[in-house]
């Protein structure tokens, strides 16, 4: 039963507008989300984080929203870049108490055409 | 954030043999995990390893076929024993810093 779930295995995006990958989670314990981000032949990258306690964060271009009552979250990334494409994963994780171990969705594959 | 290296960063083995990979990081850090990749599919974590401690194993994942070191707090190494095809993979290495945790290059493993 997958906890974190990218419904999306795919997006494709113009240069210049604005991606949204979305991100589901079913586990009310996760108190602390991340999005990383995949080239081929690289390992994971860490983007950006968010805490169950804010409902946004922002770094630059990316921004992150979480819905805790619908218990979602989108990474948005505007504008975006040719240099943006990859794939893009979630993941989730509950740090009360002693920290759990992180949950990832299956990612989503973005393409930012020129 | 960590620097990580992983050594090989690709190998093609053959069925019934074994492949250690090893892991390194910049700084000391108290717990490592062990990632697998399977084409298509999500980070699954297969052990954490704490120095001076035996390595804490996920369901699915047992001992005998993923026997884990780490003898010290920068560096650590996943043999993937008695190979099939089945294990291939990317296996990603990785260590937590606060909240955030920060991952190798990857070993890409393709059985034949």
């Known amino acids: 039963d997958q906890q974190v779930k990218q419904n999306s295995p795919s997006l494709s995006v113009q240069e210049g507008r604005i991606s949204i990958l979305n991100c589901d989670y079913t586990?009310?314990?996760?108190?602390?989300f991340l999005w990383y981000k995949k080239y081929p032949a690289e390992g994971p990258t860490f983007l950006i984080s968010i805490s169950s306690i804010k409902d946004k964060n922002e770094d630059g271009r990316f921004t992150v929203f979480l819905n805790k009552s619908a218990k979602h979250l989108s990474l948005h990334i505007v504008p975006s870049q040719p240099g943006d494409s990859a794939v893009y994963f979630c993941?989730?994780?509950?740090?009360?108490?002693?920290?759990?171990?992180?949950?990832f969705g299956k990612g989503t594959k973005l393409s930012v055409k020129p | 954030s960590a620097v990580i290296s992983q050594k090989p960063s690709r190998d093609i083995c053959q069925r019934g043999t074994s492949l250690t990979i090893q892991c390194q990081v910049d700084?000391?850090?108290?717990?490592m995990f062990w990632y697998r990749q399977q084409p298509g599919q999500s980070l699954t974590l297969i052990a954490t390893?704490?120095?001076?401690?035996?390595?804490?194993?996920e369901s699915g994942f047992v001992i005998d076929k993923f026997p884990i070191s780490r003898p010290n707090l920068t560096f650590s190494t996943l043999t993937v024993s008695n190979m099939s095809p089945e294990d291939s993979s990317i296996y990603l290495c990785s260590v937590r810093s606060s909240y955030e945790q920060y991952f190798g290059p990857g070993t890409r493993l393709t059985v034949t």
């Open positions: 586990n009310s314990m996760f108190d602390y």
């Open positions: 390893a704490n120095q001076g401690s035996e390595a804490t194993y």
């Open positions: 700084s000391q850090v108290t717990m």
């Open positions: 993941a989730a994780v509950s740090v009360r108490g002693s920290q759990g171990n992180l949950i």
